[in-house]
């Protein structure tokens, strides 16, 4: 998936071996690597595939996915109306502990208890009959930057959403913490338009950060003032970043204090800015 800005989505290649004829025979599904905005993200990975009879199903019972064990239910079958897909990945409660490395930064995560389920069917050539719903939640996340040493820790994480007739409601997801609050919604269409609001939520000592972070990189052109706001009694900070517009050319707003302008730009110039940064920080 490209955009003018760049690579938004690469998969470096795909090996398949679908059985396809005789009643019970195996196969396999395998893949090189997989990376968003010139970052690795999945190395590579393999699942194995079962026939019996008229019914591809997904041999695995477990699968790691950044470091979260995954309980997967994969079938393909046939309909009257054509063939029919179900998909019911499971996440049993877990403890994870996983490092990332994107942006030019190290983040150490590790959650003490997460736990969800996530329903997708519907006929294979037919996406506006595909209906699914998602439901995740985890509890104690922390996570660690790499070159400040920075600590984020979150009491709870919530999200919910829905798949119906085409459009992917999301109308809940929470990740609540005393001293930061991240809270969003939105829609996205098969056809790659959505739209959707972030609100941050921080204490006044916190939102200083964001602050530099936002003026240094110049993650918002002509932002007037600070991104950072107060409440009306000033205890907390926030800011409402608005979405809209196709996934390969989104626009963003921060409400009363930028113009509509395009996301991907911002965020090629944020990596630039962290990536100098942590070469200061080495030196």
Known sequence: IVSKYGDILVIDGVEADLPVGGKNLTGGLAWN????????LVSGGSIKIEKKGPILSVKETEVDFFGIKLQPDIYLGQAP??????????????????????LDLTVGLSVDNIAGRMLLTGLVNHPFTWRGIADVRALNIEAKEGHRGTTAHFDSFLFRSLLDRGVVQSPN??????????????VLRMNGDGYGVVRLIMLPEKSSWINKLASGSGFFDGLRGTAMQPFETKDLYYMDLKVDGSILSPMMMLDKKTDWQPLWPAIIRLQ?????EKKNVAQ
Request: hydrophobic fraction near 35%; proline fraction near 4%.
């Open 173 to 186: 997801i929470q990740l609540r913490g005393e001293e930061v609050t991240l809270m969003s919604n939105g």
């Open 33 to 40: 690597g997989l990376s968003m905005f010139d970052r690795e």
């Open 272 to 276: 630039s800015f962290i990536k100098d």
């Open 81 to 102: 109306q054509g063939p029919v897909f179900h998909i019911d990945m499971q996440i049993p409660e877990q403890r994870v502990e996983e490092l990332f490395t994107h």
